[in-house]
């Protein structure tokens, strides 16, 4: 089990490591965009990036593309407001609609990945075969233009349609890192910020598990591994049970790396693969939670 951090910026890599992290597992580059007001040039998306990957060395770094959307407003963007933004032109579909954002980004990724192989690229809201097709295809014209190889890539697992399907994207993927805030909302229909909802948007309900199951299953068939970096991850009962699936990565948030590895110490595979099995048979989050803590 690899434990990661999930930091926006470079400056917080060497914290990170400090505090034991194993890599990058989520880098959430629209705070690039989000705390300023104008779009970060090509230029100056490429130094951040290529100054997070050399501060890790050769750890993995996993950038995940601009996520804009839902909960993340930009307001110079001049986006058209939505009535549903959650279920709107959110993280890739927001790309495919503004090249002029994506192509710059993944140009300055793919200049930092061919000097860093420790850089991995991902995508969020992948709803279809389609959505990472056709981001995959964008992804590749860029690699030509600029002579990089293969960079490992990955898909995040945060609808569930997309866990749904996991079979058909295994083999065109290198792996897979679960989106536990976003695919909690999507499988339980609970808008991850309301207040009144926020005690029954858990991730530990059986029915996420379970498609975190099957994305694991999907995986493991086309020898590709899964990683975690919602929240679920940071959690102790979390952690446990995503291990317990099958789970090989879990990043979390910098103050969280030691409690998850103090957590897992001690345990074996075999009792957290059959706490993951009992797991899926509860009837919701709070019996799982229940039976984990024993
Ligand atoms: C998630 O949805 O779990 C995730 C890691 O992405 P974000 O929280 O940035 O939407
Ligand atoms: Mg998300």
């Given at each position: 089990m690899?434990?990661a951090a ?5 400056s917080?890599a060497?914290e990170?490591l400090?505090a034991?992290?194993?890599?990058v597992?989520?880098?959430r580059?629209?705070?690039l965009?989000l705390?300023?007001d104008?779009?970060?040039s090509?230029a100056d998306q490429?130094?951040?990036y ?16 601009l ?6 407003e ?7 407001r939505?009535d549903?933004?959650?279920?709107g032109?959110?993280?890739v579909?927001?790309?495919f609609?503004r090249p ?8 300055a ?5 061919k ?6 690229v991902m995508f ?5 075969l389609e ?6 295809a964008?992804?590749?014209e860029?690699?030509?233009e ?9 898909v995040?697992?945060e609808?569930?349609s997309?866990?749904?399907i996991?079979e058909?994207l295994?083999?065109?993927v ?6 536990t ?5 999507y499988t339980?229909?609970?808008?991850r ?7 029954q948007t858990?991730a530990?309900h059986p029915a ?5 199951g099957?994305?694991v299953?999907?995986?493991?068939r086309?020898?590709?591994?899964v990683?975690?970096c919602g929240g679920?991850a940071g959690?102790?009962v979390?952690?446990?049970v995503?291990t317990?699936?099958?789970?090989k ?5 910098t103050?969280?790396v ?8 001690g345990r074996?595979?075999?009792e957290?693969?059959?706490l ?8 919701d989050?709070?019996?799982v939670?229940a039976?984990v803590?024993g």
């Amino acid at each position: 089990m690899e434990v990661a951090a999930n930091i926006n910026r470079a400056s917080a890599a060497a914290e990170a490591l400090e505090a034991g992290a194993e890599g990058v597992g989520l880098m959430r580059t629209e705070f690039l965009f989000l705390e300023r007001d104008s779009v970060p040039s090509e230029a100056d998306q490429e130094q951040e990036y290529r100054a997070m990957a050399a501060a890790l060395g050769d750890r993995p770094l996993i950038i995940r593309t601009l996520d804009i959307g839902g909960d993340k407003e930009v307001p110079y963007l001049g986006l058209a407001r939505e009535d549903n933004s959650f279920l709107g032109i959110r993280g890739v579909r927001l790309c495919f609609e503004r090249p002029d954002l994506f192509v710059p980004q993944l140009r300055a990724i793919v200049r930092v990945a061919k000097d860093h192989p420790n850089v991995h690229v991902m995508f969020p809201m992948i709803a279809t075969l389609e959505d990472f097709r056709r981001a995959r295809a964008m992804l590749d014209e860029v690699r030509t233009e600029l002579g990089a190889p293969h960079i490992p890539l990955g898909v995040m697992i945060e609808v569930p349609s997309a866990a749904l399907i996991a079979e058909q994207l295994a083999p065109e993927v290198d792996f897979f890192s679960v989106g536990t805030n976003d695919l909690t909302q999507y499988t339980l229909a609970m808008d991850r910020m309301h207040p009144q909802l926020a005690r029954q948007t858990d991730a530990m309900h059986p029915a996420v598990l379970r498609l975190i199951g099957l994305t694991v299953d999907a995986a493991q068939r086309h020898g590709k591994w899964v990683g975690v970096c919602g929240g679920a991850a940071g959690d102790d009962v979390g952690a446990l049970v995503l291990t317990g699936l099958g789970v090989k990565e879990l990043s979390v948030s910098t103050p969280q790396v030691a409690g998850v590895k103090a957590a897992l110490r001690g345990r074996s595979s075999a009792e957290l693969r059959d706490l993951a099995a009992r797991a899926l048979t509860q009837p919701d989050a709070a019996a799982v939670r229940a039976l984990v803590r024993g």
